[in-house]
């Protein structure tokens, strides 16, 4: 069993930027890509950004390319989304998730195991 704690959301202005964490708690970090996915008002759920077990490789959905990176400490069970540029429309509830799965699941939320509880990220512009 892995428990994932997220934090660092909050109310951001239009252009500001915002660092989410994700703590994991349970079995060994470093077995699990990493996951980061929203829910914004009256939306499904979508994928933001993956993250290889070792951190070598990570993934991205176009709306947040070259805005948002994700990263990870597997010695402190942690992974990070660093929002810059931020706009009104990621505006959402941000998720992360664990998966013992491959790198090539990484956009395929069924295929997660574990989430966490979602952290709000408000916008304004």
């Known amino acids: 069993q892995v428990q994932l704690v997220e934090s660092g959301g909050g109310l951001m202005q239009a252009g500001g930027s915002l660092r989410l964490s994700c703590t994991a708690s349970g079995r060994t970090f470093s077995a699990y890509v990493m996951g980061w996915f929203r829910q914004g008002p009256g939306k499904e759920r979508e994928f933001v950004a993956g993250i290889s077990r070792s951190g070598g490789r990570s993934y991205y959905a176009d709306s947040v390319k070259g805005r948002f990176t994700i990263s990870r400490d597997n010695a402190k069970n942690t992974v990070y989304l660093q929002m810059n540029s931020l706009k009104p429309e990621d505006t959402a509830v941000y998720y992360c998730?664990?998966?013992?799965?491959?790198?090539?699941?990484?956009?395929?939320?069924?295929?997660?195991?574990?989430w966490g509880q979602g952290t709000q990220v408000t916008v304004s512009s």
């Open positions: 998730a664990a998966g013992a799965i491959p790198d090539y699941y990484t956009n395929n939320e069924d295929r997660y195991d574990y």
